[in-house]
């Protein structure tokens, strides 16, 4: 299967900029889409991003569009979320997903690294 291993959180103040990593490991392929979500306290799990291992598709949700991106080198490199003009909003656990798809599917995301923490302070 996949495991995945982010890196990368603390704490920042509002503006500042960090970047997560998402390592994956195991049967990583070029079938995968790989995204990250976030959870803030009290707060449903919500979607940040979204790459196809290919690196054409992707997703941002709009409160992000034009300050997070993400990306990845190669097959074999991490995962990354450059997160720059961070908001106190975007204090929140952030974790690194995987869904595979299946005969062209997408199926659900049930791979999942453990979860870094992002605090902002204003």
């Known amino acids: 299967q996949v495991q995945l291993v982010e890196s990368g959180g603390g704490l920042v103040q509002a503006g500042d900029s960090l970047r997560l990593s998402c390592a994956a490991s195991?049967?990583?392929?070029?079938?995968?889409?790989m995204a990250w979500f976030r959870q803030a306290p009290g707060k449903e799990r919500e979607i940040v991003a979204a790459?196809?291992?290919?690196?054409?598709?992707?997703y941002y949700r709009d409160s992000v569009k034009g300050r997070f991106t993400i990306s990845r080198d190669n097959a074999k490199n991490p995962v990354y979320l450059q997160m720059d003009s961070l908001k106190p909003e975007d204090t929140a656990v952030y974790y690194c997903?995987?869904?595979?798809?299946?005969?062209?599917?997408?199926?659900?995301?049930?791979?999942w690294g453990q979860g870094t923490q992002v605090t902002v302070s204003s």
């Open positions: 997903a995987a869904a595979q798809f299946v005969a062209g599917v997408l199926t659900t995301y049930n791979y």
């Open positions: 195991g049967r990583t392929a070029s079938n995968y889409r």
């Open positions: 790459l196809n291992w290919n690196g054409i598709y992707t």
